[in-house]
C-alpha cells in the first residue's frame, strides 16, 4: 500500500517515521514520546514547558528535538514546523495533539467567559492549529495520520464546562478533518481517554490539598485509574497500518465509563 494511503512511512516497530506531539512534555504526550522513539521514531517536542521538554528529550536521545512553544500561537506553531523541517529529522508524517489545561469543577456563576475562552482554546485552538499545520504538510507530502486527544467528557459532560465542551469540539475536528484529507492519504481520528493517572488527573486543588481520586475510581467499571501507557499503545494503533481502514473515529480507551450509565439505577457495577 502506499504512503497515499494515509498509512505515512512508518519506521522500526510500525512507528512513523517523525512525530511531533504537542504537549509532549508531560503525561499522555510524553507517554507517547516513549513509545514512539522506543519504535525507531524521531520525536520532536513541541510544549510550553520547555524546560520540561528538554529534559524528556534528554531522556529519548538520539532524533528527539524539544521546542518550547505556546500551541495555540499559529505564527509561532509555523515557525516551529519550519524549523523542524530544517532539523535534518525526517518529514513530520504523524501529529498527536495531546497539549490542553486542566479544570476543576466549577459552577457557571464563578467561571467567566474569558477562563472558558482559556480552557477551550487550549484544546479547541491548539488542536486546530496543529492539524493545520502539520496536517497541510503530510497532505501535500504523501500521507500520514493523526490523533487528537479527546475525552469520555467528550461525551458524559459534567460540572468542567469549558473541558467538557472542549473536548466535544475536539470530537467534531476530528472527523471534519478526516473527510477533509481523506483522499491525500491523511487519516485523523481521536482517542477518548477515562480519567488516567498523569500529572494533570493529580494536579493539587486550588487550596493545595490532594485531590480524592475515590469517586473517580468508582465511577469506572474496572475500578482503576487508567495508565498513561495504555492510552499510548491505543495511539500508536491508530498511528499504524494496523488501522489504516480507520478515520474519523474517536476511540474510548476508558475502563468501561462510557459503557456504564445503565448500570447505575439498577444497583451499580457487578464487583469481583
Not at 460540572?159 to 469540539?169: C, E, F, I, R, T
Amino acid at each position: 500500500m502506499s504512503e497515499g494511503s494515509g498509512q505515512g512511512s512508518l519506521g522500526r516497530g510500525n512507528s512513523p517515521r517523525c512525530v511531533a506531539i504537542t504537549g509532549g512534555a508531560s503525561g499522555i504526550g510524553a507517554a507517547y514520546a516513549r513509545r514512539a522513539a522506543a519504535g525507531g521514531a524521531a520525536v520532536v517536542l513541541l510544549d510550553l514547558n520547555g524546560p520540561a521538554a528538554q529534559q524528556l528529550a534528554e531522556e529519548i536521545g538520539k532524533d528527539c528535538l524539544a521546542l518550547e512553544v505556546d500551541v495555540t500561537d499559529e505564527a509561532a506553531v509555523e515557525r516551529v514546523a519550519a524549523r523542524v523541517a530544517d532539523s535534518g529529522l525526517p518529514s513530520v508524517d504523524a501529529l498527536v495533539a495531546s497539549a490542553g489545561l486542566a479544570q476543576p469543577a466549577t459552577a457557571i456563576e464563578d467561571f467567566s467567559a474569558d477562563d472558558f475562552d482559556r480552557v477551550l482554546d487550549s484544546h479547541v485552538r491548539s488542536s486546530y492549529v496543529a492539524a493545520r499545520t502539520f496536517g497541510s504538510r503530510m497532505a501535500a507530502g504523501g500521507g500520514g495520520a493523526m490523533v487528537l486527544l479527546a475525552s469520555v467528557l467528550s461525551f458524559r459532560p459534567g460540572p468542567v464546562l469549558a473541558y467538557g465542551a472542549g473536548k466535544a469540539a475536539v470530537v467534531s475536528l476530528t472527523q471534519s478533518l478526516a473527510v477533509h484529507w481523506a483522499a491525500k492519504g491523511v487519516r485523523v481520528n481521536a482517542v477518548a481517554p477515562g480519567w488516567t493517572d498523569t500529572p494533570l488527573l493529580r494536579k493539587p486543588k486550588a487550596d493545595g490539598t490532594t485531590r480524592d481520586l475515590s469517586p473517580v475510581i468508582a465511577a469506572t467499571p474496572q475500578r482503576r485509574l487508567m495508565h498513561a501507557e495504555e492510552i499510548a499503545e491505543v495511539i500508536h494503533f491508530l498511528l499504524s497500518p494496523s488501522a489504516s481502514a480507520i478515520t474519523g473515529v474517536t476511540l474510548p480507551a476508558d475502563g468501561g465509563v462510557m459503557a456504564a450509565a445503565g448500570w447505575v439505577p439498577y444497583g451499580g457495577f457487578p464487583r469481583a
